[in-house]
C-alpha cells in the first residue's frame, strides 16, 4: 500500500525558514514525480513545485519562485520543500503528491495517483 507521509510543519515568523519532508513507500519511487501542493483556509488546493522522477527539472508557482526548492533523494525515497523568506499568506496546509506523470502533477491534478495526509504550516506577522 503506497502511503505518503509529510512532516517537518509548524509554526514560524515572517521571514523564517522551515523544511518540509515527504517520505514515500512507493517500491519505484524514482520513476515518480514528485510534487507539493497547499491549501489555505477557505480556498483550494493550488500547485507549489514539482519535480522529475530524476531531479533534473523543476517547476514552481510563480508566488514561491525564488523562495522555495523542491528537491528530492531517490535513495531514501524522499522529497523535500525548502521554505526561505516566508509570508502570512504561505499559512497552508502543504501536500505531497506523487504521479508516473509530470503532466499529470503540473496539469491534470485531479488524476494524481497518490496523495499524502498534509502537514500544516503557520507563518506568523
Known amino acids: 500500500q503506497v502511503q505518503l507521509v509529510e512532516s517537518g510543519g509548524g509554526l514560524v515568523q515572517a521571514g523564517g525558514s522551515l523544511r518540509l519532508s515527504c517520505a514515500a513507500s512507493?517500491?519505484?519511487?524514482?520513476?515518480?514525480?514528485m510534487g507539493w501542493f497547499r491549501q489555505a483556509p477557505g480556498k483550494e488546493r493550488g500547485f507549489v513545485a514539482a519535480?522529475?522522477?530524476?531531479?533534473?527539472?523543476?517547476h514552481y508557482a510563480d508566488s514561491v519562485k525564488g523562495r522555495f526548492t523542491i528537491s528530492r533523494d531517490n535513495a531514501k525515497s524522499t522529497v523535500y520543500l525548502q521554505m526561505n523568506s516566508l509570508k502570512p499568506e504561505d499559512t497552508a496546509v502543504y501536500y505531497c503528491?506523487?504521479?508516473?506523470?509530470?503532466?499529470?502533477?503540473?496539469?491534470?491534478?485531479?488524476?494524481?495517483?497518490?496523495w499524502g495526509k498534509g502537514t500544516l504550516v503557520t507563518v506568523s506577522s
Open positions: 503528491a506523487a504521479d508516473s506523470s509530470l503532466h499529470r502533477i503540473l496539469v491534470v491534478t485531479g488524476a494524481i495517483d497518490y
Open positions: 519535480i522529475s522522477w530524476s531531479g533534473g527539472g523543476t
Open positions: 512507493i517500491r519505484t519511487f524514482s520513476t515518480y514525480a
